[in-house]
């Protein structure tokens, strides 16, 4: 299994970046929907259409996105010499990928919200959120191609 791994690195890696793009282009634009929906009045056509566009999102393009992120990215971390354990770039991009996870979450929580018209954040928080998931993306990518410890 180990050889199999190992001969197809480049695919495996290949469709863990392909993951990561999608997830991100989604982390980074249902933050944007939210702030619109906010000016959007409560059982307009306008806001149900947002409900529409949020959870389609995140169900079609963010969850299968963030699951085969992590399916690839665990088989790559899997393979034996890709990863020295002993350096701390890796724990710093392990745990700025737990906190996109949560992020994940609570953009999940708050569609909920949205969708029950239970939404009481203004939109400046959304705006503020947004920003999130692009300082942790800016971080991982530094791990994964500087290395810097």
Same mark, same amino acid.
């Given at each position: 299994?180990?050889?199999?791994?190992?001969?197809?690195? &480049? +695919?495996?890696?290949?469709?863990?970046?392909?993951?990561?793009?999608? +997830?991100?282009?989604?982390?980074?634009?249902?933050?944007?929907?939210?702030?619109?929906?906010?000016?959007?009045?409560?059982?307009?056509?306008?806001?149900?259409?947002?409900?529409?566009?949020?959870?389609?999102?995140?169900?079609?393009?963010?969850?299968?996105?963030?699951?085969?992120?992590?399916?690839?990215?665990?088989?790559?971390l899997s393979i034996p010499g890709?990863?020295? +354990?002993?350096?701390?770039?890796?724990?710093?991009?392990?745990a700025a990928i737990f906190l996109?996870?949560?992020?994940?979450?609570? &953009?999940?929580?708050?569609?909920?919200?949205? @969708?029950?018209?239970?939404?009481?954040?203004?939109?400046?928080?959304?705006?503020?959120?947004? @920003?999130?998931?692009?300082?942790?993306?800016?971080?991982?990518?530094?791990?994964?191609?500087?290395?810097?410890?």
């Amino acid at each position: 299994m180990m050889d199999f791994l190992s001969d197809n690195y &480049l +695919w495996i890696k290949a469709f863990h970046i392909i993951s990561v793009i999608a +997830w991100m282009a989604g982390m980074l634009y249902l933050p944007r929907l939210y702030i619109y929906h906010c000016d959007a009045e409560t059982g307009s056509v306008q806001s149900e259409t947002f409900k529409v566009m949020e959870r389609r999102l995140l169900r079609g393009i963010i969850n299968p996105a963030m699951i085969m992120t992590f399916i690839f990215g665990g088989i790559l971390l899997s393979i034996p010499g890709i990863v020295d +354990w002993s350096s701390g770039w890796i724990w710093v991009k392990l745990a700025a990928i737990f906190l996109m996870g949560g992020f994940h979450g609570s &953009l999940s929580k708050w569609r909920k919200e949205f @969708e029950r018209d239970e939404n009481t954040r203004p939109a400046k928080f959304y705006r503020f959120a947004n @920003e999130f998931p692009t300082i942790l993306m800016i971080i991982i990518v530094i791990m994964v191609v500087a290395k810097p410890f």
